[in-house]
């Protein structure tokens, strides 16, 4: 099949009245409309600001109602702060799943291929998923958390055990539970990603942050406590507590390490996208 | 350092065809989906890329797109691997026979996301929701959509970037025939406003109506790369040659030799295989016999197809090979001028 030389480069297009070529932006913007575009995403959103908001608030309600039968060592160990972003536990969940289901929802539906074909260096697919849903986790969530803070503050007035943001913790305990769910998200896609199948995906997030710990909570406690702080719940849960657990890293340095086994998956899920077959 | 010799080449005059797939094989762990295949589709015309079901003919198409990556040999798009297109919509659009659509979103999100990667305006995503007939069913979910609909989106999903080059699997398959029947007008029209057409099909009917070249293979290996005309011609060569003749026993009498054999239909009716018509003619005017009718049993484009992806594959595929090369340059000559 060597005698196919003679023939010309490809046939002229037909003329368009628009042109176009594949760039971050464009992608984004796509991005943005498949993240809207689908009733999945609106309802794990909507739960997730439902639970992040409220769930806070409904706390600091029953907490107040049962204020006469609390313990006086319940009284003197009420934090305000954890109680009013306890939603978080819930609303992560929602967001983990999402992001699982962000790129998971491509391979279960074929929808992948389209998405690569269109383009077909593959990773500003995985970049712009991860800053639309990152942008808009933490947005979504930031405005929950603060409705969740101040409602929740103001509940707590009865008993005068509300702080303000200026509360030592109160800011950085506030923001990082918003940034602890956004890492949360990003993994998750990453998760999503390596991973392709939604359940498998799910079940993965949910070992790592949710049952992890509690098998290194049944070991004996010289090993479990070593290991404890190094755990993905406990490392990236530490700058969402105000005051820190005993055995635990540093808010910060905690984040810090949730971060890069964050960053770790996001480097193999990245690699994986280029390098498998869609 | 791969990835860089790539990037280096596309964009030089590389110049065979739109499409061009060279020494391509295609494993996917045990077994060997897509072997040593090469071809060119050429601009301008409809190719058809025929072949049984699970020839290998869907993981080509994949390879073309960049959607998975060949075990070995190379394959370009207008001189570039896929991957490395800056406007892969606009140069090549593409529909695969398993529907890549997510379910839960709308026709018009559908296509509107896809159209955003590459800047493509909103109000092209309308256009072609127009022309394959969407409109109604435009804002509806996906999930809920007919085979033909899904096949209607496949469609306005390739000529977004209206493309010189469109690529489709199986287009026709699972259609009713009123769907088939718009497939086929829509691949024509493609072709008339000059448009390069690769399209799959197990069905050799459909490339009859359509595809003016043919790519076959059988078990991922190429058997003919060929006109379709020229693939039918040689299909039937050695195939019969009907004879009528007031003196049939007597005609019978002269043309049976070693390497001829005549068989008797009915009264007057001979069946003659091992000689052409021109050669029927000519010995039965040399023996002053009179002729009535002289019909050659050209063999369907189906029945070409059949005994050329029948059991003797393997064996066949080298031949066709070997004796294409030729008549497929002066082919793409023909084309390009």
Not at chain 2, 162 to 168: E, K, N, S
């Given at each position: 099949?060597s005698a196919?030389?003679t023939?010309?480069?490809?046939?002229?297009?037909?003329?368009?009245?628009?042109t176009?070529r594949?760039?971050?932006?464009?992608v984004?913007r796509?991005?943005w409309?498949?993240?809207w575009s689908?009733r999945?995403?609106?309802?794990?959103?909507l739960?997730a600001v439902?639970?992040?908001?409220?769930?806070?608030v409904?706390?600091?309600?029953?907490s107040m109602?049962?204020?006469?039968?609390?313990?006086?060592?319940d009284?003197?160990t009420?934090?305000?702060?954890?109680r009013s972003?306890?939603?978080?536990?819930?609303?992560?969940?929602?967001?983990?799943v999402l992001?699982?289901?962000?790129?998971?929802g491509?391979?279960?539906?074929g929808?992948?291929r389209?998405?690569?074909?269109?383009?077909?260096?593959?990773?500003?697919?995985?970049?712009?998923?991860i800053?639309v849903?990152?942008?808009?986790?933490f947005?979504?969530?930031?405005?929950?958390?603060?409705?969740?803070?101040?409602?929740?503050?103001a509940?707590?007035?009865?008993?005068?055990v509300?702080v303000?943001?200026?509360?030592p913790h109160a800011l950085r305990?506030?923001?990082?539970?918003?940034?602890?769910?956004?890492?949360?998200?990003?993994?998750?896609v990453?998760?999503g990603?390596?991973?392709?199948?939604t359940?498998?995906?799910?079940?993965?997030f949910?070992?790592?942050?949710?049952v992890l710990p509690?098998?290194?909570?049944?070991?004996?406690?010289e090993?479990g406590?070593s290991?404890n702080?190094?755990?993905p719940s406990?490392?990236?849960?530490a700058?969402?507590?105000a005051?820190?657990?005993?055995?635990?890293?540093?808010p910060?340095?905690?984040?810090?390490l949730?971060?890069?086994?964050t960053i770790v998956l996001?480097?193999?899920?990245a690699w994986?996208?280029?390098?498998?077959d869609? | 350092m791969?990835?860089?010799?790539?990037?280096a080449?596309?964009?030089k005059?590389?110049g065979y065809?739109?499409?061009?797939?060279?020494?391509?094989?295609?494993?996917?762990?045990?077994?060997?989906a897509?072997?040593?295949?090469?071809f060119s589709?050429?601009?301008g015309v409809v190719?058809g890329?025929?072949?049984p079901?699970?020839?290998?003919?869907s993981?080509?198409?994949?390879l073309?797109l960049g959607l998975?990556?060949?075990t070995?040999?190379?394959?370009?798009?207008?001189?570039?691997?896929?991957?490395e297109?800056s406007?892969?919509?606009?140069?090549?659009g593409?529909?695969?026979?398993?529907?890549a659509i997510?379910t839960?979103?709308?026709?018009?999100?559908?296509?509107?996301?896809l159209?955003q990667?590459h800047?493509?305006p909103?109000?092209?995503?309308e256009?072609v929701?127009e022309?394959v007939?969407?409109?109604e069913?435009?804002?509806?979910?996906?999930?809920?959509?007919?085979l033909?609909?899904?096949?209607r989106l496949?469609?306005?999903?390739?000529?977004?970037g209206?493309?010189?080059?469109?690529?489709?699997d199986?287009?026709?398959?699972?259609l009713?025939?009123e769907?088939?029947h718009?497939?086929?007008?829509l691949?024509?029209g493609?072709?008339?406003?000059?448009?390069?057409?690769?399209l799959?099909?197990?069905?050799?009917s459909?490339m009859?109506?359509t595809?003016?070249?043919?790519?076959?293979?059988g078990r991922?290996r190429?058997?003919a790369d060929?006109?379709?005309a020229e693939f039918v011609r040689?299909?039937?060569?050695?195939?019969n040659v009907?004879?009528?003749?007031?003196?049939?026993?007597?005609l019978?009498?002269?043309?049976?030799r070693?390497d001829?054999?005549?068989?008797?239909?009915?009264g007057g009716?001979?069946e003659?295989s091992?000689l052409?018509?021109?050669?029927?003619g000519?010995?039965?005017?040399?023996?002053?016999i009179v002729?009535?009718?002289l019909?050659?049993q050209?063999?369907?484009?189906?029945?070409?197809?059949?005994?050329?992806?029948?059991d003797s594959?393997?064996?066949?595929?080298?031949?066709?090979?070997g004796?294409?090369?030729?008549?497929?340059?002066s082919?793409?000559?023909?084309?390009?001028?």
């Open positions: 099949m196919t030389e023939l010309p480069a490809a046939a002229a297009a037909p003329s368009r009245a628009f176009g594949v760039t971050q932006g464009h984004l796509s991005e409309t498949k993240l689908l999945s995403t609106r309802w794990s959103l739960f439902v639970a992040m908001a409220g769930l806070g409904l706390i600091a309600a029953v109602g049962r204020w006469s039968h609390l313990s006086p060592h009284r003197a009420f934090d305000s702060i954890d972003l306890g939603g978080y536990h819930l609303a992560q969940l929602a967001i983990g992001g699982v289901l962000v790129i998971s491509e391979y279960s539906t929808m992948i389209s998405s690569l074909i269109a383009v077909p260096r593959r990773l500003p697919v995985l970049w712009a998923k800053a849903f990152a942008s808009v986790t947005v979504l969530m930031l405005a929950s958390a603060l409705v969740a803070f101040f409602g929740a503050q509940i707590l007035t009865e008993h005068h509300n303000t943001l200026g509360h305990t506030l923001v990082g539970t918003v940034l602890f769910m956004t890492a949360t998200g990003i993994l998750c990453a998760l990603t390596i991973i392709r199948s359940a498998g995906a799910i079940a993965t949910a070992g790592l942050l949710f509690g098998i290194v909570d049944i070991l004996p406690s090993i406590d290991i702080p190094y755990l406990s490392a990236g849960g700058i969402a507590k005051i820190p657990d005993a055995h635990t890293l540093s910060w340095g905690g984040f810090a949730y971060c890069s086994y996001l480097a193999i899920a994986l996208l280029v390098h498998r869609a | 791969v990835l860089w010799a790539v990037v080449a596309c964009g005059p590389y065809g739109v499409i061009d797939v060279r020494g391509v094989s295609k494993r996917y762990g045990e077994k060997l897509v072997d040593d295949l090469t589709v050429a601009p190719t890329f025929l072949g079901n699970g020839a290998g003919k993981t080509t198409m994949r073309i998975d990556a060949p070995s040999g190379t394959v370009r798009v207008n001189g570039c691997a896929y991957r297109l406007a892969p919509l606009h140069e090549i593409a529909m695969l026979e398993a529907h997510h839960g979103r709308s026709a018009y999100n559908h296509l509107l996301a159209a990667t800047g493509i909103r109000s092209r995503v256009e929701i022309l007939g969407l409109r069913v435009a804002r509806k979910r996906v999930g809920g959509f007919s033909g609909m899904g096949q496949g469609v306005a999903a390739a000529l977004l209206d493309p010189a080059t469109v690529i489709l199986e287009p026709a398959n699972g009713d025939p769907g088939i718009w497939i086929r007008n691949l024509k493609l072709a008339a406003e000059g448009r390069t057409v690769f799959s099909s197990h069905l050799m459909e009859a109506q595809a003016d070249h043919l790519i076959v293979i991922g190429l058997i060929t006109s379709v040689r299909a039937s060569s050695d195939t009907r004879v009528r003749s007031p003196q049939a026993s007597e019978r009498d002269v043309l049976v070693s001829v054999e005549v068989q008797s239909i009915e009716l001979l003659v091992g052409n018509g021109e050669q029927i000519e010995i039965a005017l040399r023996a002053r002729i009535s009718e019909t050659p050209q063999a369907t484009l189906e029945e070409a197809f059949m005994s050329l992806t029948g594959v393997e064996y066949r595929a080298s031949a066709a090979a004796e294409e090369s030729e008549s497929q340059s082919e793409n000559v023909g084309a390009a001028a």
